[in-house]
């Protein structure tokens, strides 16, 4: 039986505390200096001036006009697609509109730049990648049952363990929307005082028009509901798989599971796409894309599968797993490698329709990160997330093996942090990102935190399930 | 491959089940035989673990042939989009092939699996000396259908392992 020893408590409660003092500091740096050198200002109006930019080189006819009326003519246009009730006001006017809100609103709406954003970005950006690593094991915990899948059935209680800590990056960005709804930042820019007010100097039209979904209240109830649905799963599914070991041999709480997971799959379907636009794309709330839900899905999945990978390496390293052996792990590799690739997938679909159509409304998402200061990082991201673990376990023996899975799996977590940072930074700090204590301390903050649940849940019951029925079949994997 | 041209006397055990099979092929090694050949209607799971087999060099083969396929379409798209005939298609800047490069992908993608997966068939093909009209090597055409064959130079105590190992017939040839 596994024990989560005092070591390990020790660590797990000083990386928390360490992260929650990073975290202190870096909430109390005054992050504005970066910002004042003046050309750091709004990215919606740097997007502004590299959208034309961008035209000119695509069209000759478009590149003779003035650049200036051009971008405005496209926003103004844009603005006309979005709300499509037939604003009375005419194009001049609404391009003024988001022109003046990329001037005032984003730089001046509460009094300093989005420099400001910075502790909650990074806050945000470590609530939604250790949320991955709760949301992925457990939707990969229900498709063992729905699937009815026999070889993993001896790693389901690791499953179970870390499909435990849920909850918690959950309750991480329910703080973030109680702090924006009390305007102590503008992560999410819509949230920012009279936007959807016509009478405010910063009235968005863009924004107002979605103000049905995108409201402080109806945002919270949702984040309460994805609340309630995932970690409710997670408990359900953990309480029943214990109350199987005490049952007599059967089957009748495997075809209980089996509806719960098929249940919670199908509620996942949905709640990954729309939490996905919730917390990470309406960060940029002028911008959409339909397949985000599903591209912010490859990458918590394929995070969560590293972690797997790696926690399932530490137990058998120490010999709580002697009925697992190379042939599990290589399939665990298996789902890493396969979602890296489909991560780099839906990556591309997304990044190869804005190119190539190059609509102003669109494209705007990608100037920041692939024309400007970003660029590195982005490049870099790409090469770690697709690149790196296609080459380090492309073979077959690669993927039995620690060192090998170990390696990728460093590119991998630090490749898929990388990206959550791009989705949200650029959007909710401009150009004023960096690496300090808030994003340390977040890092280390919830992995103290995700140690402590997941090593706590480990170590509450036996690690091998008692009456599964398909118990055998897992440990006779391929044996 | 069977040796059926050796002069040493064949045995042929037949088996019921893929599972039985398994624990029958490792009994007859630990015994100290050696199977000559397998016969199963569907791929078996562990079969060449429990055979003894050696590891296909297959993998290393459809990576070199990816690699083949990738080098082929980034030619192709450079000599046909850019060097010979440079096309404007969208807008899209044609003045060298790593700007164009995006547009290219679905292209470097396909015929990468393309030539992976046709190579790999041909290969495996050619290895088994499988083409049309090959004569059928299987000797009992039970095989392709539900019984799975054991097959293994005749020796002393050979019968009785055989039978112990759960065989449903066992024939000398």
Redesign the interface.
Known sequence: MFVFTSKMKLLAGSLTLVGLVFLLIGFNTDYSSHADSGDHGAPAQAHAEEAHAAEAHTDDAQATEAPATEAHAAEGHADMAYTAEGHAEAHADMAHASEGHADDAHASDHGHDLSANRPWAAFLVNSIFFLGIGIGTLFFLAIQYAAQVGWSVGLIRVFEAVSMFVGIPILGILFLIATGGMHMHHLWHWMAEGIMDPASPNYDSLIAGKEAYLNVPFFALRTIAYLVIWAGAAFLLRRNSLREDALPQGQNMFFTQRKLAATFIVLYAVTSSTSAWDWVMSVDPHWFSTLFGWYTFAGMFVTAMTVLNLLVMYLRLNNHLPWINENHQHDLSKFMFAFSVFWTYLWFSQYMLIWYSNIPEEVTYYLPRFKGEYKPLFIAMVAMNFLLPILVLISRDAKRIFGFIGLASVFVLAGHWMDHYIMIMPGAVGYSFGFGFAELGGILFYAGLFLWVTLSQLAKVPLRLKNHPMLTESERFQQ | MAHTTESVPLVRAMYHDDDVLISAVKQIRAAGFKISEVYTPFPV??LD?AMGLKESRI?VAA?MYGLIGLTVAVTLTWYMMVSDWPQNI????NINWAMNM??F?PILFEMTVFFAAHLMVWTYLVINGLYPGADAKNPDPRTTDDYFMVELPAAKGLIETLQKSGAVEIAEA
């Open positions: 799971h562990g673990k993998a990576f969208g807008g899209k800047p995006p547009a992908v």
